[in-house]
């Protein structure tokens, strides 16, 4: 079984020219038997515009898929007390599988007071926060607040919280491995870490990386299969997590288990 814990819907690039939201989701289905992955998390937005559905669009998008859970992704310049009462209620109801917070592409600190009620609902209904940990795919996000060691302080005063770092806090994946290794609330995601496809000399780089992040951080319990798509190859992701040398527990763990745990897929 393969669950893909990040994957989106907005009009990113390689799907610019398909306008329609359900053809959007028709391109992730297709790309997804196509690639034998069983189940797919959607991430909403930051921002809701022409390119970047709403959360309630999401959610309506993927009805009748049993294979697709929606991630409510909350902005504190762009969403309002309203949103959280609704995510409330699509989080009672199981239309939405946990929230996502956008460090570096919003310039506030995980850590701040302002985010604590998004914490607060994830920890009332034991649903994970994903937070955007690492290089920012816009080069207008600010790196300080999307530094992993910034997830340290979260993790500590929020014990209860589970929280998922996306992309492994790339580049900064040592600081990622402590913070996973440190904090058995936290988790990481090995999404984005490429733009499309891997090539050979940077697939043999990142392997050699997430090795040693393993190996450092113990068995990985706490690691979650997940792509990008459309901004990363599912295919080609495929290929470099088949190049980890993992025991078959460990592999059956990184692949949809711990997703299927966390997540309550």
């Given at each position: 079984m393969i669950i893909d814990c990040h994957t989106h819907l907005n009009r990113y690039e390689?799907?610019?020219?398909?306008?329609?939201?359900?053809?959007?989701?028709?391109?992730?289905?297709?790309?997804?038997?196509?690639?034998?992955?069983?189940?797919?998390?959607?991430?909403?937005?930051?921002?809701?515009?022409?390119?970047?559905?709403?959360?309630?669009?999401?959610?309506?998008?993927?009805?009748?898929?049993?294979?697709?859970?929606?991630?409510?992704g909350y902005s504190i310049d762009n969403h309002t007390d309203e949103d959280l009462k609704n995510y409330?209620?699509?989080?009672?109801?199981?239309?939405?599988?946990?929230?996502?917070?956008?460090?570096?592409?919003?310039?506030?600190y995980p850590y701040d007071q302002k985010y604590?009620?998004?914490?607060?609902?994830?920890?009332?209904f034991d649903v994970p926060v994903m937070i955007h940990t690492g290089d920012t795919f816009s080069e207008k996000g600010k790196l300080r607040y999307s530094h992993p060691l910034n997830i340290d302080e979260l993790a500590v005063d929020n014990p209860e919280l589970k929280i998922v770092m996306c992309h492994l806090g790339n580049p900064w994946i040592e600081d990622c491995q402590e913070i996973v290794y440190k904090?058995?609330?936290?988790?990481?995601d090995m999404s984005g870490l490429a733009v499309g496809r891997f090539d050979h000399f940077f697939e043999k780089i990142m392997v050699e990386k997430v090795a040693e992040l393993i190996n450092y951080a113990g068995e990985p319990r706490y690691l979650l299969y997940g792509t990008d798509w459309p901004i990363s190859d599912m295919?080609?992701?495929?290929?470099?997590?088949?190049?980890?040398?993992?025991?078959?527990?460990?592999?059956?763990?990184?692949?949809?288990?711990?997703?299927?745990?966390?997540?309550?897929?």
């Open positions: 390689s799907l610019e020219k398909i306008v329609l939201l359900e053809d959007r989701v028709k391109e992730l289905l297709v790309t997804m038997v196509s690639n034998n992955v069983d189940y797919a998390l959607v991430l909403s937005s930051y921002l809701v515009n022409e390119g970047r559905p709403s959360t309630e669009d999401l959610i309506q998008s993927v009805k009748g898929h049993d294979n697709l859970g929606i991630i409510a409330r209620t699509w989080i009672k109801d199981g239309l939405v599988k946990g929230l996502k917070i956008y460090s570096g592409y919003e310039h506030y604590q009620k998004v914490y607060d609902l994830c920890m009332e904090n058995d609330n936290v988790y990481a295919d080609s992701y495929l290929n470099f997590v088949a190049k980890l040398k993992l025991k078959p527990k460990f592999r059956e763990e990184l692949m949809y288990k711990n997703a299927k745990r966390l997540f309550k897929i």
